[in-house]
């Protein structure tokens, strides 16, 4: 298996950026596609961006399209995901996961998670 951990989230001001990072250990990481999701208080986990074991193919919900930019450097086992512009509406906890499967944006097909990273974006 996988092991996962987030960091890089913190409080910034509406217009800001931060970038998150998603360090893995354990098999081999570019076995696996990355995801990264986030949950808002009171609201259901959502997709935000995945990337391909290559890092060419970057995929993105369409409320960061634009603004956040997820990358991959296997040979430091680690994901980015910078997040510029940012909203209060972006406030959530961040997570990264990983899967097996190919092109998947559903959160059942990542089996392997993170513990989480706070972002808040005061307004």
């Known amino acids: 298996q996988v092991q996962l951990v987030e960091s890089g989230g913190g409080l910034v001001q509406a217009g800001g950026s931060l970038r998150l990072s998603c360090a893995a250990s354990g098999r081999t990481f570019s076995n696996y596609e990355i995801g990264w999701f986030r949950q808002a208080p009171g609201k259901e986990r959502e997709f935000v961006a995945a990337?391909?074991?290559?890092?060419?193919?970057?995929d993105y919900s369409n409320s960061v399209k634009g603004r956040f930019t997820i990358s991959r450097d296997n040979a430091k086992n680690t994901v980015y995901l910078q997040m510029n512009s940012l909203k209060p509406e972006d406030t959530a906890v961040y997570y990264c996961?990983?899967?097996?499967?190919?092109?998947?944006?559903?959160?059942?097909?990542?089996?392997?998670w993170g513990q989480g990273t706070q972002v808040t974006v005061s307004s």
């Open positions: 990337i391909s074991r290559s890092g060419s193919r970057p």
């Open positions: 996961a990983a899967t097996v499967l190919f092109g998947t944006s559903a959160d059942w097909d990542y089996n392997y």
